[in-house]
């Protein structure tokens, strides 16, 4: 039996496999609302064989999105546009659905990628940022005010509001988005905070902040629906937060009643080097899962069905999360158990083209061996 293909209980929820769709950004929202493009995009990864298909970053206010096409979930509308959307995904596919929620910090107020990852230099089209510290994230981009009080009041509240919104909309699945050099993370990261009050210096006080949010989302999220918290494992700085800075904060999250960590990497700062080669970051996950004992998402890079096998197979992971993968081949899922021996689950409309009924699917695995 394919390890990739057996099923796996999180919190209270059962996925029947282990490969999950990772948050994409789409940058196609207007003013935080979702559009045509969420309903074909998502609508065709619901049936993309993966066992949960977890929605993009998801800001919660609107002061916290990385661009202005950045999904949100801070409106009634934005609300009514998601669960449009999902209500479609849950008719015609078979994925469960989760959702990433964020607030990008210092790196909001950028440029669709498609234009540039650049803060938006135009004062009528960009706003005001905040972060721990008031230090731009890197040359040419905008100084964000150092977040007061007030800041992170308002801040924990929305993510609190966003979960609930979240759990009204009915996701399976909820994500806390500490990593890349959002917000939450750049509280975390010395490269970025370096306040002298009780949020900044220490481990302590560097993970005070995430932690009031975390524990506020958790306080609103139910324990039989699966909680977790995307971080990245290290900066790839030694200045910078490292994979037992990781370790530690996971072990004080599965305290707290979180269910899995999502194992990335860097994003603290500008002009960092990451070494973005085959397992450069899912070296972390198995670590992570051994030392912190809290199941383990493994992400970047994975590529080709035989690499996903052997991290659950292994021991690295618990689950293994795809992103460009699927925006290249949004049926990898079913390339996968063709070439595992998995069983995953198709539409009715779309069987003609499983292995068992057609030649060409048998001819194809072997022109790509």
Known sequence: MSALFSSLQLAGLELPNRIVVSPMCQYSAVEGTPTDWHLVH????????????????????SLGRITHGCLGIYSDENEAGIARFLACCR??????????????????????????IKSALDPAEGWETVSPSAIPFGPGWHTPREADRADMDRIRDAFVASTRRALRIGFDDLEVHAAHGYLLHSFLSPLSNQR????????ANRTRFPLEVLKAVRSHWPEGKPLGVRLSVVDWDDRGWTVEDTINFAGLLRGCGFDFICASSGGAKAGLKVPAQREYQTQFAGRIRREANIKVRAVGLITEPEEAERLIAQGHADMVALARAFLDNPHWAWRAANKLGGDVSRPNQYLRASPE???GAARKQQVSA
């Open 91 to 116: 008719k015609l596919g078979s994925a469960r659905f989760g959702i990433q929620l964020n607030h990008a910090g210092r790196k909001a107020s950028s440029n669709k990628p498609w234009i540039g």
């Open 42 to 61: 998502y609508g065709g990864l619901a049936n993309s064989g993966a066992g949960l298909v977890v929605v993009e970053a998801t800001h919660v206010e």
């Open 357 to 359: 009924i057609w030649p």
């Open 196 to 203: 002298t009050d009780e949020y900044g210096g220490s481990f």
